[in-house]
């Protein structure tokens, strides 16, 4: 056998066949990480679309409590804008206030019978908090997938390949400091 063959495929094909196989992880890692971005993004688009029409519905029997709709509107149109910018970190604020918010309204709702009898509002909620559901599924899976990517970016010898073709770092979808404390329910009560 040719020494010189063997020198070259050890030198020159085994890195280079190396480079390719990380490469290719790093690409498929990604565009896992695009697509489970994706789905959040459809997710809270069908969620913003239904808010509309959940606080329609309430303006019809909640004469008295138009700042508590106020606040929604004014949440929901702070994770639309942090949703367009793909700001991560102001979309988790946003998400938390909407959330709050949203919480706040399902819970003044209760004071008004007509309301939580009306099909259209049972509905509304029960879509919403389904959507809600399915967000932080995929916003846990999201992180997930973009934590290994990160992970993989700094890792040698991944990192080489990673700085070459310039991939770049996925902010994760974090939690605001106010949502690892203690809840408190009863402000709910009062």
């Not at 993004?41 to 303006?59: A, G, H, M, Y």
């Not at 019809?60 to 793909?86: C, D, I, P, S």
């Not at 259209?120 to 919403?128: D, E, H």
Request: aromatic share 8%; proline share 2%; glycine share 2%.
């Amino acid at each position: 056998m040719n020494i010189g063959l063997i020198l070259f495929a050890s030198i020159i094909v085994a890195p280079l066949l190396w480079a390719i196989a990380i490469y290719n992880q790093l690409v498929a890692l990604k565009n896992n990480a695009k697509k489970s971005w994706s789905n959040i993004d459809v997710l809270l688009k069908q969620r913003n679309s239904e808010l509309p029409k959940l606080i329609d519905t309430c303006k019809q029997h909640m004469q008295y409590e138009q700042e508590t709709l106020v606040r929604v509107v004014a949440a929901r149109q702070n994770a639309e804008a942090a949703l367009k910018a793909g700001d991560m970190q102001a979309l988790s604020g946003a998400e938390h206030q909407l959330e709050s918010s949203l919480m706040k309204l399902f819970a003044v709702a209760e004071d008004y019978p007509e309301l939580k009898a009306s099909d259209a509002f049972l509905r509304l909620q029960t879509r919403i908090t389904s959507l809600e559901d399915s967000v932080s599924d995929r916003r846990e899976f999201y992180n997930e997938t973009a934590a290994v990517m990160n992970t993989r970016r700094e890792q040698f010898p991944d990192n080489i390949v990673a700085n070459v073709f310039n991939f770049e770092e996925f902010q994760l979808m974090e939690f605001q400091l106010d949502e690892l404390g203690d809840i408190s329910v009863a402000n709910q009560f009062q």
